[in-house]
């Protein structure tokens, strides 16, 4: 496991606040209440002056120059990938590819690690609890190879039925993909188990860490998964900037997803040879100033320590889910034993849209909708839930605040 926590007891999680300028402001004349950290994470300033400093003082291209700022530039691009490589816990720097988001990882694996393994008539299996992210890219690569998309269910906690699983698992299944945490429900998946079926079946495994890079110590190489993807813009950095891990030894065997510059050795007419990892994988001009911003994230989220952090969203988590079990008509939706600081909940009576725009009223920041996962609804029943979703720069202050402004927006509505 990483070795990057401090012990808690030198953690102030109120002075954390206090780094994130946004933060500080007010919205309709009340001081902001941000609870929507599950769709994007507000920013410490220390990513926004690496961002304003990289471009003010020190902005040029990587890779293709002689000159000083290119070779800064590419120094630092590479060393933000090693402090990946570290935050992951993965083998070699070379397993780090960036990409622009979970998003488009799950895209790129879907389209090579298809066009490598996929044939007609094999499966992939995904989870009944998954966002669009972790679908739609599979329903496209099955369409594409006549493959078959087989789903795990979930049971009424939300927890997966890991009988089931076992039973769908065969010859055929070539790879799973599955959420470590759900951005719905707040499922925190059993993934070591998980790996362990998936290889035992000969499947290859893919986990959407959206939900789990910013809140949770992660290990792939423990974990033992084959690809992990996760978004810059959840982890406290820019957005345009996400992260796709795979074991060198299938990407190696893997297509590249793009054309273009950067990801060749050499091109002739008649035939491209294609560059070593990680750069078959990164065609064209890629992110830069986003590269550098996020490597002050993981440096900002890495001295706090990620054990810390889990912690704290954990006390939260409990701390608000005592108090909103005791409105009256209000029900959580996804109540798995181990779960991230995310609360669905739909309240008797009362449309969530009118939950959420009544707490902007009151400054509280909350997600109303179907949270890109529209099966997980029909799960349940409902067409969307609203969501509170807790990060590091949350206090128990929030929460209160929070439920006396719900206990408040729930009599007006009711
Ligand atoms: N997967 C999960 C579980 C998510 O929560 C999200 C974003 O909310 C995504 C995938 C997609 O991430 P992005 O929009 O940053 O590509």
């Excluded at 009988?163 to 925190?188: C, D, F, M, Q, R």
């Excluded at 992990?228 to 990407?251: E, M, N, Q, R």
């Excluded at 996020?294 to 054990?307: C, K, N």
């Amino acid at each position: 496991m990483q070795k990057q926590n401090k012990a808690s007891s030198i953690v102030d999680f109120n002075q954390i606040r206090e780094d994130f300028p946004m933060l500080k402001k007010s919205m309709h004349g009340k001081p902001l209440v941000y609870l929507d950290s599950a769709a994007t994470a507000q920013k410490p300033q220390a990513v926004i002056d690496a961002i304003t400093n990289f471009y003010q003082n020190q902005y040029g291209t990587v890779h293709r120059a002689v000159y000083e700022l290119s070779v800064h530039a590419t120094q630092e691009y590479q060393n933000v990938r090693k402090q990946i490589q570290t935050f992951l816990n993965s083998a070699k720097p070379e397993e780090i590819i960036y990409t622009r988001g979970t998003t488009e990882s799950i895209n790129m694996i879907a389209y090579s690690f298809g066009k490598a393994f996929v044939k007609p008539g094999d499966e992939i299996l995904i989870s009944e609890m998954e966002h669009h992210s972790n679908i739609v890219p599979w329903q496209i690569l099955c369409e594409d190879r006549g493959a078959v998309l087989k789903v795990i269910p979930m049971d009424d906690k939300g927890d997966l039925v890991m009988k089931e699983y076992a039973k769908l698992l065969n010859p055929k299944t070539k790879l799973v993909a599955i959420a470590h945490v759900s951005n719905s429900l707040g499922t925190i998946n059993p993934i070591k188990e998980i790996a362990k079926m998936a290889h035992g079946a000969g499947a290859k495994i893919l986990i959407d860490g959206a939900q789990s890079a910013p809140h949770l110590p992660i290990d792939v190489q423990d974990l033992d998964v084959d690809f992990f993807v996760f978004s810059g813009h959840k982890v406290l950095g820019p957005t345009g900037i996400g992260i796709l891990y795979g074991k060198a030894s299938l990407l190696d065997q893997m297509p590249p997803a793009q054309g273009g510059g950067d990801m060749i050795e050499t091109v002739t007419f008649p035939k491209t040879t294609y560059n070593v990892l990680p750069l078959k994988f990164e065609a064209g001009t890629p992110m830069i100033a986003e590269v550098v911003g996020l490597g002050a994230a993981i440096r900002y989220m890495t001295s706090v320590g990620m054990e810390n952090i889990r912690q704290h969203e954990q006390e939260l988590l409990a701390y608000a889910t005592e108090q909103m079990k005791e409105i009256p008509g209000l029900r959580i939706i996804g109540t798995a034993d181990h779960k991230g600081g995310i609360i669905s909940f739909v309240v008797e009576g009362v449309h969530p849209l009118d939950i959420g725009t009544m707490l902007d009223l009151k400054g509280i920041a909350v997600r109303t909708g179907h949270h890109c996962a529209q099966p997980t609804m029909r799960h349940f029943g409902i067409p969307a839930t609203a969501r509170a979703s807790f990060a590091l720069y949350n206090t128990k202050d929030d929460v209160d605040r929070f439920v006396v402004a719900l206990r408040d927006v729930i009599k007006m509505l009711q």
